[in-house]
């Protein structure tokens, strides 16, 4: 999750869920486990609602299913094993699938419609893929690449609560809110460029 947004709430979050974390583990369910069925509803609901053009209830769905991205990571940190790097590839993995099939469930209704907005939508798929491509690309070769203006978190919530809105009936709600995330997908994708140009010049 984002660190900008990540830090304030981090704590207390934790402190709500741990009960409900600790139950989870005791009735057998994995952190793993937890992260697969989250993804995979986020991913039906995005491929289902929105192309049919059910924004607002789509949008609520997903941020229920999202939680389990707050669950597992406290699953994992609380129990026995602890976390694994298995784990942390998985949580990444699905985080971009399901992050990905919201775009897409999006861009399937506008390009039904012949809405011309399909396409900054597209472009704001594609660059926020960067984002996570720029910073995962880095860290392999050893330098760290973390912050810019708008990470995971930032981005998720901005797209949701533009979809969410023109569900509700807010003029220019999703175009505001793709192009806005479109600007700032490109501004975080030269920044964490920068970032390991610094460290490599």
Same mark, same amino acid.
């Given at each position: 999750?984002?660190?900008?947004?990540?830090?304030?709430?981090?704590?207390?979050?934790?402190?709500?869920?741990?009960?409900?974390?600790?139950?989870?583990?005791?009735?057998?369910?994995?952190?793993?486990?937890?992260?697969?069925?989250?993804?995979?509803?986020?991913?039906?609901?995005?491929?289902?609602?929105?192309?049919?053009?059910?924004?607002?209830?789509?949008?609520?769905?997903?941020?229920?299913?999202?939680?389990?991205?707050?669950?597992?990571?406290?699953?994992?940190?609380?129990?026995?094993?602890?976390?694994?790097?298995?784990?942390?590839?998985?949580?990444?993995?699905?985080?971009?699938?399901?992050?990905?099939? @919201?775009? $897409?469930? +999006?861009?399937?209704? #506008?390009?039904?419609? &012949?809405?011309? %907005? !399909?396409?900054?939508?597209?472009?704001?798929?594609?660059?926020?893929?960067?984002?996570?491509?720029?910073?995962?690309?880095?860290?392999?070769?050893?330098?760290?690449?973390?912050?810019?203006?708008?990470?995971?978190?930032?981005?998720?919530?901005?797209?949701?609560?533009?979809?969410?809105?023109?569900?509700?009936?807010?003029?220019?709600?999703?175009?505001?809110? @793709?192009? $806005?995330? +479109?600007?700032?997908? #490109?501004?975080?994708? &030269?920044?964490? %460029? !920068?970032?390991?140009?610094?460290?490599?010049?």
């Amino acid at each position: 999750m984002g660190t900008m947004l990540q830090i304030p709430f981090k704590a207390p979050v934790t402190r709500f869920i741990t009960p409900a974390c600790r139950f989870a583990l005791k009735i057998g369910l994995t952190p793993n486990l937890v992260t697969a069925i989250g993804s995979f509803l986020v991913i039906i609901t995005s491929l289902v609602a929105y192309p049919n053009g059910h924004f607002f209830w789509g949008t609520i769905a997903i941020c229920i299913f999202s939680l389990s991205d707050l669950f597992d990571g406290t699953m994992a940190r609380i129990s026995a094993k602890g976390g694994s790097p298995w784990g942390a590839l998985l949580d990444s993995t699905c985080d971009r699938i399901a992050d990905s099939t @919201i775009f $897409i469930g +999006v861009i399937i209704y #506008l390009e039904r419609a &012949a809405d011309p %907005l !399909f396409i900054p939508a597209l472009v704001a798929l594609i660059s926020g893929l960067m984002v996570s491509y720029v910073k995962a690309r880095a860290e392999s070769l050893d330098i760290a690449c973390n912050g810019g203006l708008a990470e995971r978190t930032e981005r998720l919530m901005l797209v949701l609560l533009g979809i969410g809105l023109h569900g509700l009936g807010v003029p220019y709600a999703l175009a505001f809110g @793709i192009w $806005i995330l +479109v600007l700032l997908s #490109l501004i975080t994708v &030269a920044q964490r %460029l !920068f970032m390991v140009y610094q460290e490599t010049a």
